[in-house]
């Protein structure tokens, strides 16, 4: 069966240190993965779209990799900051439909 | 620009009841899902839609009925409301294509099933 496997368990770094979140998957083959930013009480928020063709994407202090050969995605934040507290979400997209399936998430707390 | 809204925000329903959980989108976009979020389980796909007049079964859909007669409006309906559907709903919308599969969320209604 299809799995999407974040690690459930929260990630606890002090500030100004890079956070590496990690999503597995199995029986996938995505054409593009996804990763969410979802604060307490607000509904999720888009961060980046890397797809099968690409190893790496960045976009400010956040990076993307994306392997499809170990069907994993790792997702760091450098110099990270207390506001960078949240639970972060991978999505893939299942079989050409385009409708994307989300990974349970992990939460990321950045101690001051 | 208001993006995704969904109504209403928090809603206590007793077990049998029947309500509508309203989603509008202003950005024109093809695509339109419903989600439920519970503690330890993630997102779930209720129902989606490729565009007016056409809906389709996610992962859960049992229990909730949806309609697409426009764009704009995605409405969920509760025909029986049962205490396994306490949850927070969300609704989101996307271009739904390769070039930009990002979804945009609503901000959540949180369902309570007594």
């Known amino acids: 069966s299809q799995k999407i496997e974040q690690n459930s368990e929260a990630l606890n770094i002090q500030e100004g240190k890079t956070a590496t979140l990690t999503c597995n998957y199995t029986n996938y083959s995505p054409a593009y993965l996804q990763w969410y930013r979802q604060d307490p009480g607000r509904g999720p928020v888009f961060l980046l779209l890397?797809?099968?063709?690409?190893k790496e994407k960045r976009k400010e202090r956040l990076k993307v990799t994306f392997d499809t050969t170990l069907k994993q995605s790792l997702f760091h934040i450098t110099a990270s900051q207390p506001a960078d507290s949240a639970t972060y979400l991978c999505?893939?997209?299942?079989?050409?439909?385009?409708?994307?399936?989300f990974g349970r998430g992990t939460s990321l707390i950045v101690h001051p | 620009n208001a993006g995704v809204t969904q109504t209403p925000k928090f809603q206590v329903l007793k077990t049998g009841q029947s309500m509508t959980l309203q989603c509008a989108q202003d950005?024109?976009?093809?695509?339109m899902s419903w989600y439920r979020q519970d503690p330890g389980m993630g997102l779930r796909l209720i129902h989606y839609s490729v565009g007016a007049g056409i809906t389709d079964q996610g992962e859960v859909p049992n229990g909730y009925n949806v309609s697409r007669s426009t764009t704009e409006d995605f409405p969920l309906r509760l025909l029986s409301a049962a205490p396994s559907q306490t949850s927070v709903y969300f609704c989101?919308?996307?271009?739904?294509?390769?070039?930009?599969?990002?979804?945009?969320f609503g901000e959540g209604s949180r369902l309570t099933v007594l």
């Open positions: 999505a893939l997209e299942a079989g050409g439909s385009y409708i994307p399936t």
């Open positions: 950005m024109n976009h093809e695509y």
């Open positions: 989101a919308s996307g271009y739904g294509t390769a070039n930009t599969g990002e979804l945009f």
């Open positions: 890397i797809r099968e063709n690409e």
